[in-house]
């Protein structure tokens, strides 16, 4: 346990802001201090403020990185709050230099939003709606409309004050000393099981850990085991996961850490294993022995109302190992140990076409994305360039290892 990760775990005081950093490791911020830490597995370090951002001349009170692909200037730039020395400030960092303008009055970048905050963090358009972003002060919430430059308070009692906010897969958090809660970014609920430390979760701390209580989940939880993944999926957002073992991975954002999640903790309401899955219209579908559950992918994952279903009847067949549509296609693929069968899912009711041979004996899981269809088998994948080069393949295509590609395991 090296000196400072001990004065971290030991540390009672907590942080004065919390966020993720360009490239997707943890910064806690705490004085003249500034404690770096990747979901990844290396164990976090301190370093001065001042080493990386040299105009602050003092601790923060709050940041955040905000995330807006459609704005260039904007995206993936860091925000730093102050409200101490020069009065109440904002920095904001790209690529590690202060952009232009800055600093500037809070209230200046932010309309509507006062100085003096506790906490702040980007709500992502998929969980508010809209480009949002919430600032904390006390017990009120000013939530900022990036889009319409419009602040409205909000008053979250079950929540209580935040010394510092953090976003980390889709999931909000709100720090308080070494305490954390999860909490929902459009009415500020709580779910049962909260509080919790952060020195369980967020912080390596030798003989500590939430996954001490894990065991039974054996190496399913391990993204490096090389143990089999029952389905993947590409869904209409981008978002990308594997399930194995009644756990699921998001390998999209594989900067801020590949955990696994109970399945029930991303996709309310269900357990179990999932057998294949795959996204079309807005929704998400995964099949469970001859079942299948549909969820809306906007703004979270929410189930539809009437499933699970009989995949016979949504779907035309009684199973199926693997399943996937490509994008921007109402073309579904389902295999069923070495043959494929189309279904058209514009098509009322759904029926499965002819099987048609696949040059494999079975496979596990399958995937499209614009790279291409992808078949999983065992540790490996096989990549296929369309779904025409598959169909007409005689021998499978070369074996490439999904630990490496997908979970950026050691090779």
Not at 49 to 71: D, M, Y
């Amino acid at each position: 346990s090296p000196p400072d990760l001990a004065q971290l775990c030991a540390d009672e005081g907590g942080f004065d802001a919390a966020t993720l950093s360009e490239n997707g490791t943890m910064l806690f911020f705490r004085g003249e201090e500034v404690w770096e830490s990747s979901p990844r597995g290396s164990r976090p370090h301190a370093r001065p403020l001042v080493t990386s951002w040299p105009e602050l001349g003092g601790p923060i009170e709050a940041a955040l990185r905000l995330h807006r692909q459609q704005h260039p200037q904007e995206h993936q730039s860091l925000y730093l709050f102050q409200a101490w020395l020069r009065g109440e400030q904002v920095w904001a960092y790209a690529g590690g230099q202060l952009r232009p303008g800055f600093p500037r009055r809070v209230g200046d970048e932010f309309p509507g939003v006062p100085g003096g905050l506790d906490a702040a963090v980007e709500c992502h358009p998929e969980e508010c709606g809209g480009e949002t972003v919430l600032f904390f002060k006390g017990d009120t919430v000013y939530s900022f409309d990036l889009a319409l430059r419009v602040t409205k308070p909000r008053m979250w009692p079950g929540l209580g004050p935040c010394g510092a906010a953090l976003r980390w897969l889709e999931r909000y958090y709100c720090l308080r000393g070494t305490q954390f809660q999860r909490f929902d970014p459009l009415t500020g609920e709580v779910p049962p099981g909260y509080p919790r430390d952060l020195r369980d979760y967020f912080i390596p701390c030798p003989g500590r850990g939430h996954g001490q209580g894990n065991a039974s989940w054996g190496g399913a939880s391990d993204r490096c085991s090389e143990m089999p993944f029952q389905a993947l999926l590409s869904d209409d957002t981008g978002r990308i996961y594997a399930f194995r073992g009644g756990l699921s991975f998001r390998l999209d954002s594989w900067r801020d850490g590949h955990h696994a999640w109970p399945l029930g903790q991303t996709w309310p309401g269900l357990e179990g294993e999932v057998d294949a899955a795959f996204a079309w219209d807005g929704r998400t579908y995964l099949i469970q022995g001859s079942q299948v559950s549909v969820f809306l992918s906007e703004q979270g994952h929410r189930r539809v109302l009437g499933y699970p279903l009989a995949l016979q009847e949504e779907l035309g067949v009684p199973s199926a190992d693997a399943a996937f549509t490509c994008p921007g296609s109402a073309h579904l693929y389902l295999i069923t140990g070495d043959r494929v069968r189309l279904v058209d899912l514009k098509q009322t009711p759904r029926h499965a076409g002819e099987p048609v041979p696949l040059p494999h004996d079975h496979v596990d899981g399958a995937m499209c994305t614009d790279n291409g269809v992808f078949l999983f088998r065992g540790p490996n994948y096989h990549q296929y360039p369309s779904v025409a080069q598959l169909l007409g393949a005689q021998q499978p295509a070369p074996p490439q290892s999904i630990t490496t590609h997908f979970f950026h395991c050691p090779q």
